[in-house]
């Protein structure tokens, strides 16, 4: 299947196989709960006629490939050998997949040093050097609505938790950045906490030679990340974001308001979706 053709795949056919159906129907407009958090009021548009999604709360869209990536976390050709095989691998009705908890419904109940081997694993499998998952996160055992579960969690500058495991991507608590100080006049930013333990995988020899902020959504940018660049002058910021609308967007928005102090480090990725995809393709030995 080529591109083109994976286009044409309705977005709303795939909705459905993911078991949403329209909470509004306005002409060529249908609205859904959003597939990428929880929420109350409908903010995922899908327009009919042009086959576009665009996410109101996260303010990306794009076409089926674009969800299919999105969804998945996955690259342009996972994404064609998904929608080729109609295996459609991102239905998961077992994994949750939300970027922020509204309501309390959830307790952490402890925090370990990580010593599950199925999280030693997971972290494994995405080629990430354990000393430095071991280092920055933690093994998370929560309850969320009355059930246990466990996850790689890694804190943000609010107490909150990305967690990330085989079948689980959210967060517990408010989205905010994580900030990581080591008295430097150069900062990178990325992402993910995956992709900032996938630099350190990279270049270990160069941890302490920067200082790291970790978006942990584009969405944190404007209005926490700017702010933090108030209080503290870099004379050189460098932009490791994703390689798709959102990574474009803010990385625009940074060597837009920092000039040339700011630059897009992406060439080393430049076809791949992120820096931890490119990292699992070279698949260094990270096993220790």
Not at 5 to 22: F, H, M, N, V, W
Request: proline share 2%.
């Amino acid at each position: 299947m080529n591109c083109d053709t994976a286009k044409q795949i309705r977005i709303i056919d795939l909705l459905e196989k993911l078991g949403y159906s329209p909470k509004r129907i306005a002409s060529e407009s249908w609205w859904y709960i959003s597939p990428f958090r929880q929420e109350k009021t409908p903010s995922f548009k899908v327009n009919l006629a042009k086959n576009l999604y665009y996410d109101f709360g996260e303010g990306t869209g794009g076409t089926t490939l674009d969800f299919v990536m999105r969804y998945n976390n996955c690259n342009l050709k996972s994404a064609l050998s998904i929608l080729d095989n109609n295996v459609f691998s991102f239905v998961q009705p077992t994994v949750l997949n939300i970027t922020a908890q509204s309501e309390k419904n959830y307790e952490i109940t402890t925090v370990t040093e990580i010593v599950n081997l199925h999280l030693i694993q997971y972290a494994k499998s995405r080629k990430l050097c354990l000393k430095a998952v071991k280092k920055y996160c933690k093994q998370i055992h929560y309850t969320l609505n009355d059930k246990s579960y466990y996850a790689i969690g890694f804190k943000n500058d609010v107490d909150g938790y990305e967690l990330r495991n085989k079948y689980v991507k959210m967060c517990l608590g408010s989205k905010a950045v994580s900030y990581i100080c080591n008295n430097s006049k150069k900062v990178i930013l990325l992402e993910s906490w995956s992709d900032f333990i996938s630099f350190l995988t990279l270049y270990p020899n160069v941890e302490y030679r920067f200082d790291y902020i970790i978006l942990n959504s584009v969405t944190t940018l404007n209005s926490t990340l700017l702010n933090e660049f108030n209080k503290i002058k870099y004379k050189s910021i460098v932009c490791l974001f994703d390689n798709d609308k959102a990574g474009d967007l803010a990385t625009e928005k940074v060597l837009d308001t920092y000039g040339n102090n700011a630059v897009d480090g992406r060439l080393l990725y430049q076809e791949y979706k992120d820096l931890n995809d490119y990292l699992r393709t070279i698949n260094p030995n990270n096993s220790v």
